[in-house]
């Protein structure tokens, strides 16, 4: 199992770097670096097998994932959806990244 989290763009701008000789000799566009106070991000929810695969869960926009949360919109449907199929028939290991979502105790049982 595995959750993806992507903040921000793809590249950073903060990171390229204009060699020049005198600051006026910059394009006044590259001078400044425009930043975003809260950029976009997507959270999405998978899970991956030897014999195979949960449906993608994405999470929307704003929603906080907290243990609550995680059993309710990620756990429990995945479980009643793959239940039968692959968790009666063989053994899983569930992973997780140690977050206070994964770890609290509701999420455990």
């Given at each position: 199992?595995?959750?993806?989290?992507?903040?921000g763009?793809?590249?950073?701008?903060?990171?390229?770097?204009?060699?020049?000789?005198?600051?006026?000799?910059?394009?006044?566009?590259?001078?400044?670096v425009?930043?975003?106070?809260?950029p976009?991000?997507?959270?999405?929810?998978?899970?991956?097998?030897?014999?195979?695969?949960?449906?993608?869960?994405?999470?929307?926009?704003g929603?906080?994932?907290?243990?609550?949360?995680?059993?309710?919109?990620?756990?429990?449907?995945?479980?009643?959806d793959?239940?039968?199929?692959?968790?009666?028939?063989?053994?899983?290991?569930?992973?997780?990244?140690?977050?206070?979502?994964?770890?609290?105790?509701?999420?455990?049982?």
């Amino acid at each position: 199992m595995f959750c993806i989290r992507m903040k921000g763009e793809a590249s950073n701008s903060l990171n390229d770097r204009i060699l020049s000789s005198t600051s006026s000799t910059i394009n006044e566009e590259l001078r400044y670096v425009r930043r975003v106070q809260r950029p976009l991000s997507v959270m999405i929810w998978g899970g991956v097998f030897g014999f195979g695969r949960t449906q993608l869960i994405f999470v929307p926009q704003g929603v906080n994932v907290n243990s609550t949360e995680c059993k309710d919109r990620i756990l429990e449907p995945v479980e009643k959806d793959l239940g039968a199929s692959i968790f009666n028939k063989n053994r899983c290991l569930f992973q997780q990244d140690g977050a206070p979502a994964h770890t609290a105790r509701i999420t455990q049982t």
